[in-house]
């Protein structure tokens, strides 16, 4: 398959702001390429080469870029710095510079994609001594035998910058109506790449195999399954009532989520976007090979940064420095972690996420021996009232959230990669005043004035509406930034900006720049109130209205967080309705007093 094949997909990709649109074009490019290419294919749709969990990419600066692309076309590095300067994307250097050289009759030979990805795969594993040359001197190789628009293309796939505004979700929908003539597939597809977090495998399955090869495919350890995810409720009466009046009611911890596979003494650790952190936490690594009475195993939990000396329970800020590249050994000892179990989803063999909630608990508590560093997460069961709440203020004086709340129901089978009513959180506060804090994505921003010139003066911020695979605006973001944040956000975001506004965002109102979404922050804000110009939950209270944060203030960024994984449409209306109805009791006992 031609590479030029590719690059005419993605031009017409980039044209599009329609994600009808973006999917009638992937379905016609899936119906081209040959089965045996289709991960391919699909990987570098996404800019990648392989899927997140297996750590590799290819990790090219612009800088490094630019050299290549000086060394393929002879032009000299301060030019084509220049031209940088000027363009400020490297995919559109390459296409300028690549136009002006010798025409496409010295070409050596068509770039397939065949071509291309082995170069990308030889890119990705090269390391050590001499590694920045060697991928330099291999990426202007292709270059060389690239047409500009294909070098575009390339460029921007090496410096990881491909823009195309296409998600997994939308290739989920293209690759069912691809092989399946219409959507219907969808969920067989998307329940297979749930447990695999591998879309490029998936594609590959379908279409030499179709349904009947997707529907084989099975949870295997080494690959991080996505993980289930919470609803929330702000009263314990709904909660019960969502959850047939009885549940698990479990510790919510702050801390970063871990799923972790063991098998034959080998130990992997995957954080909740599936990015391979095994290095990073040897500790919980050591204490996992000792700990599971089992052969091998996957297990879902959270690592949450303990006191040294009074071994009480931190804050996720303090966790979040074990992310790192260098000093690891040094930020173990400094910064311990517990890791708390609360769930099994794989046991020697046994597909454990089919089964219920209760049954996966007994197989955990089984095959678990506790130390100080791994423990089972605390619960209890109940459908008393009184009985949940008492345990409740414990959680909190045992410095957690809150409660996860989960359902004992025979369906309550682990629901990979969704997020519904068989888990509800319960955390500190949901009055008016908006004492608990929601994830927010960055899709947009305004431009700085004043002591703010030169940066971005606020940020626009949205929730994420599942159903429609949809960002919706919900409050500009200028609040709790130090100066140090403010001077960092245009590099922070650089790799995210676009011309337009991406097609999964709805939005009212006209941004000065427009991101992918992609960055997470946690938030904070005085009430939820309507608001005619941002889009999240609009008509659903009221005709022609949206929801909107008042007074909003940065917490802090959730690097561990997906775009997917923020605060739903569903949970701010759900919010705002409790707001009423707490002004609403507020005002009658003000009266009856």
């Not at 990073?280 to 089992?294: G, M, N, S, T, Y």
Request: with cysteine; net charge neutral.
């Amino acid at each position: 398959m031609f590479f030029k094949t590719l690059t005419e997909h993605f031009e017409k990709l980039e044209a599009t702001t329609s994600r009808l649109a973006m999917m009638d074009i992937l379905v016609h490019l899936f119906r081209e390429t040959p089965p045996n290419l289709m991960d391919k294919v699909v990987y570098l749709t996404l800019g990648e080469v392989y899927p997140p969990y297996v750590g590799l990419e290819i990790g090219l600066a612009d800088k490094l870029v630019l050299r290549a692309i000086s060394l393929a076309t002879g032009i000299q590095d301060s030019r084509v710095e220049q031209e940088y300067k000027t363009l400020g994307d490297s995919g559109l250097v390459a296409e300028k510079l690549l136009s002006t050289r010798r025409k496409a009759a010295l070409f050596s030979q068509p770039l397939t994609v065949e071509k291309v990805y082995s170069t990308f795969e030889k890119m990705c594993r090269i390391s050590g001594e001499g590694a920045q040359d060697t991928k330099i001197k291999l990426f202007a190789g292709l270059l060389t035998d690239a047409t500009p628009k294909e070098a575009k293309y390339l460029s921007r796939i090496a410096s990881g910058r491909l823009r195309l505004g296409v998600a997994e979700m939308t290739i989920l929908d293209a690759l069912a109506i691809a092989y399946g003539g219409s959507r219907e597939l969808r969920d067989i597809i998307e329940r297979a790449y749930n447990i695999t977090s591998d879309i490029g495998l998936i594609a590959k399955a379908l279409a030499e195999g179709g349904v009947d090869a997707i529907k084989s495919i099975r949870i295997t350890v080494g690959r991080p399954i996505k993980p289930q995810l919470a609803e929330r409720l702000s009263s314990l009466n709904e909660i019960l009532g969502k959850l047939n009046g009885k549940c698990i009611a479990e510790y919510k911890y702050d801390g970063l989520r871990i799923q972790a596979h063991i098998s034959d003494g080998t130990v992997l650790l995957f954080s909740r976007r599936q990015e391979n952190i095994t290095k990073q936490f040897p500790d919980i690594v050591e204490v996992l090979r000792k700990c599971l009475k089992a052969r091998e195993a996957i297990l879902d939990g959270e690592a949450v940064p303990v006191d040294p000396n009074t071994g009480e329970l931190l804050p996720f800020q303090v966790v979040a420095q074990r992310r790192r590249k260098y000093d690891i050994d040094r930020y173990a000892e400094e910064i311990p972690v517990t890791l708390f179990l609360f769930d099994i989803l794989y046991l020697d063999g046994i597909d454990l996420t089919v089964k219920p909630y209760l049954e996966r608990k007994k197989v955990l508590e089984t095959v678990i021996e506790e130390t100080d560093r791994v423990k089972l997460a605390q619960y209890i069961i109940s459908g008393n009232i009184e009985e949940i709440e008492n345990f409740f203020h414990k959680a909190i004086q045992d410095g957690t959230e809150g409660l996860i709340c989960k359902s004992i129901l025979p369906d309550s089978i682990y629901e990979a990669g969704k997020r519904g009513w068989q888990w509800i959180k319960w955390k500190r506060s949901y009055r008016s005043e908006m004492v608990d804090t929601v994830d927010l994505v960055a899709v947009g921003a305004f431009a700085g004035r004043g002591k703010r010139a030169g940066t971005y003066g606020a940020l626009l911020m949205a929730v994420y509406n599942p159903e429609k695979d949809r960002f919706e605006t919900i409050c500009k973001l200028g609040s709790g930034f130090t100066d140090e944040d403010l001077a960092r956000l245009p590099e922070i975001f650089k790799p995210y900006l676009i011309s337009h506004k991406h097609p999964r965002v709805e939005s009212n109102m006209e941004a000065d720049y427009w991101f992918i979404p992609a960055i997470v922050a946690e938030v904070i804000g005085d009430e939820i109130t309507l608001s005619p110009m941002h889009t999240c939950g609009f008509g659903i209270i009221r005709p022609k209205s949206g929801l909107a944060i008042r007074f909003p203030r940065l917490i802090r960024f959730r690097e561990d967080k997906r775009p997917e994984d923020a605060t739903t449409t569903a949970e701010i209306v759900e919010m705002y309705r409790m707001q009423l109805k707490t002004i609403e009791e507020e005002t009658s006992i003000d009266t009856t007093s």
